[in-house]
């Protein structure tokens, strides 16, 4: 079965620097998708970044992006120019065809202003 | 277009008693998933439906039950509730084809007495 994992419970940052959360899957297909997800104290949760398996290319969203290493299954995403708002739940999650959405054990992100 | 709505927002039941959860998915959108977040086991996927069938089922017992009505809107009934069961669920709705990221609604907070 697809595990996801994310060793980092809780993590912080200053205001206005760069944040890196990790997150690592295990599957033995080609073919999949993976996600980030940010859930905030009001609790829904947000669609924040995707990539594509058989793309290359890190996917970016403005102040988030990804570094994707497909051999190593480590899928990590980078917030540049934290703000107060991206205090958050984030959750990493994995999708291969039309199976379930598996999700990580999330990490805690604080902002200190 | 409207985001996933689910309704109520709120509830508390008694133990011994059953409740009904209702999701509304973006328009167009064919698969809604249901999904259990507590602070002890983190998120748990429930089940998947997609154009009125059941596609993927996660391992919770029978008491909880789904449905997807030709609208695509869905509902989950939990029968006979146990204090355990109070969380907040979850509701998400993709396509169901391609990409198959999912949306999330707002959640319905469930307290169980």
């Known amino acids: 079965a697809q595990t996801v994992t994310q060793s980092q419970p809780e993590m912080s940052v200053q205001e206005a620097e760069t944040v890196t959360l990790s997150c690592t899957y295990d599957?033995?297909?080609?073919?999949?998708?993976l996600f980030w997800y940010k859930q905030p104290p009001s609790r829904q949760m947000i669609l924040v970044i995707r990539?594509?398996?058989?793309?290359?290319q890190n996917a970016t969203e403005n102040r988030f992006s990804v570094n994707f290493q497909k051999a190593a299954k480590s899928f990590s995403l980078k917030i540049s120019d934290s703000q107060l708002g991206d205090a958050a739940m984030y959750f990493c999650?994995?999708?291969?065809?039309?199976?379930?959405?598996?999700f990580g054990q999330g990490t805690r992100l604080t902002i200190n202003p | 277009k409207a985001g996933v709505t689910q309704t109520p927002r709120y509830l508390i039941k008694t133990r011994g008693q059953q409740v009904t959860l209702s999701c509304s998915p973006i328009?167009?959108?064919?698969?809604v998933s249901w999904y259990q977040q507590t602070p002890g086991q983190g998120l748990q996927f429930l089940f998947e439906?997609?154009?009125?069938?059941?596609?993927n089922k996660g391992n919770f017992p029978g008491r909880f039950s789904g449905r997807q009505f030709s609208n695509s809107r869905s509902e989950m009934n939990v029968s006979t509730l146990e204090l355990g069961d109070s969380a907040l669920y979850l509701c998400?709705?993709?396509?169901?084809?391609?990409?198959?990221?999912?949306?999330f609604g707002p959640g319905t907070r469930l307290t169980v007495t």
């Open positions: 999650a994995y999708r291969q065809g039309a199976q379930k959405l598996v």
């Open positions: 439906y997609f154009s009125e069938t059941q596609r």
């Open positions: 328009s167009g959108h064919r698969s």
């Open positions: 990539q594509e398996a058989y793309k290359q």
């Open positions: 998400a709705s993709s396509s169901g084809q391609g990409i198959y990221e999912q949306y």
């Open positions: 599957t033995s297909e080609s073919d999949y998708y």
